[in-house]
Each structure stands twice: as C-alpha cells, then as structure tokens.
C-alpha cells in the first residue's frame, strides 16, 4: 500500500474548511499536521486548538506530527484534541518508550520522527513500541524544501523490522512531481506532500497525478 498525504502546513489557512474539502475530494484518506514550537525547529505553527476544530470538520485520519521540546507533557493535550496518530521525534524525547506506550495506552496511533543527520541506529531499540516510523527527508521546519533522497536508506532498512512488526513507514519533505517516483521505489508506505498538494492551484489534480506516479514506479 502507499499513499499521499496532504500536509496542512501548506495550506491556506483563511480557508481552511475548504482545503480540507479538498483533501477528501482528492480521495485522501488522512491528513498530516505539523505542530512547531520555535524552539525544537525555528518555525512556529499551531496546537491543539486548531487540531480540534479540524476535528470538528473532519473524518479523516489525522496524524500529529510533533515537532517540539517535552513533547510528554502535551501528549495527552494532541490526543484529546483528535488526534489519531501522534508521532514524536527520537531526536526530542528524553524516554522514548514512555511516550509511545503513553500514546498506545490512550488508544492511538504510536509514532516515532528521525532526522536526516540521524543515524539509523537510534530507531533500533523501538521497534517494538511503534506503529508508524517516520523518516524525515528534509530537516523540519518549513515547507517546500529539496528531498535528502539520501534518507530514503532509513525506509529500506526499517523494512527488514517490518517483515515481523505491523507498522507504517511514511517520508516527510520534498515529495513533489520529480521525486514522488524515486521515493516510491523505497517501499515507503505513506508520503507526505505539503507545497506539492497544497500550493497546486488544482489540489485534486495534483493528488491524482502524484497518486499515479506511485503506480508507475517502473516508467
Ligand atoms: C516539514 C514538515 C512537513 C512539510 C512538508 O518540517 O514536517 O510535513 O509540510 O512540506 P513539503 O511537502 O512542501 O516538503
Ligand atoms: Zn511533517
């Protein structure tokens, strides 16, 4: 299986029920949200606030992506809010295993971020915490940069964990018409695109055609 997901952070926020219509017509089936404090990434977006009225106008699989520091002290608050997925980043967690059992405990969807300048070896010892691992191809903080094509590595090797575990694997930056097909090729599961869907001027063309270029990896 792999699949698009539309990352909010490119969209426009004075219309933000809109957008979110559009993702649905498009035919995404979930909606990726980046939550930046200033602090852990020079960026900051929105919290939990907004997550709940996105909630309000939404069914879709909303997966948090956290992007601050003591992401345990506002991990209840992101679930609360609507949540279904909430992912932290190996990078800012000081117990790692405490923060996805606390996600898993509330029911939700455990996830765990990497960086690009991270080693492969720090996801090692929580494979069996996880429900989703997500591979950074940029480094956070902003929309719309170039794809480190040379992370996509890290998907291939957590494949070797998938064989055994029940777990997503999913590319966060720079997935755009040049790089969807040579991302693909990695056997990521889901991939996020912000500026691609987002900035598009016609959001369901553009679902349909990266869509498409993930069933045409051999052209
Ligand atoms: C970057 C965010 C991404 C961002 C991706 O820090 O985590 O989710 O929305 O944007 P694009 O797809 O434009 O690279
Ligand atoms: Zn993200």
């Known amino acids: 299986m792999q699949e698009i997901v539309p990352s909010l952070l490119s969209a426009d926020f004075s219309k933000l029920e809109a957008e979110i219509r559009s993702a649905e017509s498009a035919g995404a089936t979930r909606l990726h949200l980046d939550v930046m404090d200033g602090h852990f ?14 909630r309000k ?49 509330r029911g939700k969807k455990a996830g765990l971020v990497i960086n690009p300048p991270t080693d492969f070896s720090a996801l090692e010892p929580y494979f069996d915490y996880l429900d989703h691992l997500l591979v950074m191809t940029v480094n956070p903080g902003f929309g719309g940069q170039t794809m480190i094509t040379e992370a996509l590595q890290k998907v291939v090797k957590a494949q070797f964990y998938q064989q055994e575990r029940n777990f997503l694997t999913q590319i966060d930056g720079g997935v755009n018409f040049d790089t969807v097909r040579i991302a693909a090729k990695s056997g990521v599961n889901l991939l996020v695109a912000g500026s691609a869907f987002f900035s598009n001027n016609n959001h369901e063309k553009a679902f349909r055609e990266l869509t498409g270029q993930l069933n045409n990896q051999q052209l």
């Open 57 to 105: 106008l939404t069914q879709l699989h909303l997966e948090t992506h956290l992007m601050i520091e003591h992401a345990e002290k506002y991990l209840d608050h992101f679930i609360d809010a609507g949540s279904d997925t909430v992912l932290v980043h190996v990078e800012s967690s000081d117990n790692v295993v405490r923060d996805l059992a606390h996600i898993r405990n």
């Open 41 to 54: 990434v020079p960026n900051l977006t929105f919290g939990p606030i907004i997550i709940k009225a996105i």
